[in-house]
């Protein structure tokens, strides 16, 4: 989350609407760069399943985190009034908002054993979430590949958002996100992260990079899919999972 709102305050932070759409020049890349924190929220839910993680942020994290978030609205407020503000807020306001989310997380990570009894087999990830860990990687990377082209990644945000709906809507089926975040290895888990930041780095460099042609945004895409095609079929820990 902070790496998506530093994102957008850089890319918004500071401009009116009309001076941002000027600057991107027609890059088109408002899906790919909210799908991958759709995707992360329900794949989270199946992961915090496995673990058992029920820890709920303190008072003080969640009155930071409020904080944090007026401030991005106010920011963004700013911007869209044509009023002038520091620009090193843009990045200040996602440091501090990184190191609220995170500081009790870590704490926790650091100060839990690890549980000897949880055994990771050498076994191939089930078959659907093979299905839906290939489906991530080309929801992203056709996003990417296509937000160069305007009327292109309009169709494809389209029909991306009608696929992600129906997969919400089933999250507690074998193809659910859920599960799929239930049964994801680290490996899985570290592709998802690298695939993200891609998808940020691109359409923040299609943005504010002359240089940043269609072609890249088009490699950037292949790669993504080409990370998530490859985990799919990478083996990882045996698991439980009522169906």
């Known amino acids: 989350m902070a790496a998506y709102f530093g994102a957008f305050l850089l890319l918004h932070g500071g401009f009116t609407p009309a001076e941002a759409g000027s600057r991107a020049g027609g890059y088109t890349g408002a899906w790919a760069f909210i799908a991958p924190v759709l995707l992360f929220s329900s794949l989270a839910s199946g ?40 620009s090193w807020l843009n990045a200040a306001l996602p440091l501090v908002m ?15 054993p690890r549980d000897p009894a949880e055994v990771w ?3 191939p990830l089930p078959k659907e979430v093979r299905i839906m860990t290939a489906g991530v990687g080309l929801v992203i990377g056709v996003l990417l590949a296509t937000a160069s ?33 239930f049964e994801w290895g680290s490996i899985q888990w570290a592709a998802f992260g690298v695939c993200a930041a891609i998808a940020f780095l691109s359409i923040t460099l299609g943005d504010i990079a002359s240089w940043f ?16 095609c490859g985990v799919a079929v990478f083996p990882r820990g045996r698991s439980d999972w009522d169906a």
């Open 47 to 86: 992961a915090r399943e496995r673990f058992s993680i029920q820890a709920k942020p303190s008072r003080v994290q969640r009155l930071g985190y409020l904080c944090m978030m007026l401030g991005f609205v106010v920011l963004i407020g700013l911007s869209f009034a044509d009023i002038s503000y520091p």
């Open 98 to 112: 990184l190191l609220i989310l995170a500081t009790g997380p870590v704490r926790n990570l650091l100060a839990t």
């Open 121 to 123: 087999g050498n076994a």
């Open 149 to 181: 082209a305007p009327l292109a990644a309009s169709i494809t945000g389209f029909v991306v958002f009608l696929c992600l709906s129906f997969v919400l809507l089933a999250r507690n089926s074998r193809f659910g996100l859920p599960r799929v975040g």
């Open 213 to 228: 042609s269609p072609g890249f945004s088009v490699a950037a895409g292949a790669t993504v899919l080409v990370i998530m």
